[in-house]
């Protein structure tokens, strides 16, 4: 498979979608939205531009399946699987805040090998293939070269469901509000791991997340000389609901702030 050419149909894809949501900022009316659980919503915004990407990756990988937010399509493949977030940030957009994105990853059984997140409030697409490197705008892009935790800037998700942890992440924010130039929760996980590759941010953690929100960021850290695991510093962050990343120097110290207070 030829991985820089479906990144390249994907990107194409991903372009028209992000113009029919861009299309539709400030035009969502209350009664179109849905509360799909607590604090998770959802509009006729985020499940039609679910349907346009499943239509348009059905012919790019004839073979692939799929793992979607909105369960638009639900059948899965047998080697690859698209994982697909229309819409990652749905409460920023439907309240006018102009942070929120597509996220697309295509997986080769358990690894991720292309992946685009496209924020659409700046409109800046990010896509890596694996072995291809990252990309911001057809740019090539890497993590901070920043060497120390104190000169770092982090990001986080607040949880939104899952509280049954949050005396320890306070804890956590408490500690690195003291060793770091600050945190910010921007509300998109995508876009947070986009903001990591491309150096904005030093490091990224949250927990409580679904595969559609990280598969495609994962890729553009690694893809960007960045590191990325879960909690306890292994492998099962695409499914493992808990995720660390950051550039090489500032992702060990991160990791072991975390494992500190969350574990």
């Known amino acids: 498979m030829d991985l820089s050419l479906v990144t390249q149909q994907l990107t194409e894809l991903a372009r028209e979608v992000k113009d029919f ?3 539709h900022r ?3 009316q209350s009664e179109d939205i849905e509360l799909k659980s607590f604090n998770s919503l959802v509009s006729y915004v985020d499940k039609t531009a679910e349907e346009q990407l499943v239509k348009g990756l059905k012919t790019i990988v004839p073979e692939a399946g799929f793992i979607t937010e909105e369960g638009t399509e639900t ?3 047998e080697r690859y699987n698209w994982i697909v977030d229309p819409l990652d940030g749905t409460t920023n957009f439907l309240h006018g805040i102009p942070v929120f994105a597509i996220s697309v990853a295509l997986m080769d059984n358990d690894e991720v090998v292309a992946g685009l997140v ?3 409030g700046q409109d800046e697409s990010f896509t890596a293939w694996k072995g ?3 990309w911001l705008n057809g740019k090539p892009i890497r993590v901070s070269s920043n060497t120390e935790l104190k000169k770092s800037l982090i990001a986080t ?4 469901y899952d509280f049954s942890r949050m005396q320890g992440f ?6 690195l509000f003291e060793k770091t130039r600050g945190v910010r929760r921007l509300g998109s996980a995508a876009t947070d791991l986009a903001y990591v590759a491309c150096g904005r941010f030093d490091g990224f953690f949250e927990y409580g997340l679904s595969p559609w929100d990280v598969a495609a960021g994962v ?4 893809e960007a000389g960045g590191k990325v695991s879960d909690y306890s510093g292994g492998n099962n962050y695409i499914y493992g609901q808990e995720i660390v990343a950051g550039s090489q120097s500032v992702f060990k110290p991160l990791q072991e702030e975390i494992q500190e207070f969350m574990n």
């Open 219 to 222: 890729l553009l850290v690694q």
């Open 132 to 134: 291809g490197g990252a």
């Open 21 to 23: 949501i861009h299309h």
């Open 26 to 28: 400030n035009r969502v």
């Open 170 to 175: 306070l804890q956590l924010l408490g500690s």
């Open 118 to 120: 496209w924020e659409i």
């Open 75 to 77: 059948q899965g493949g």
């Open 157 to 160: 998700g607040f949880p939104y």
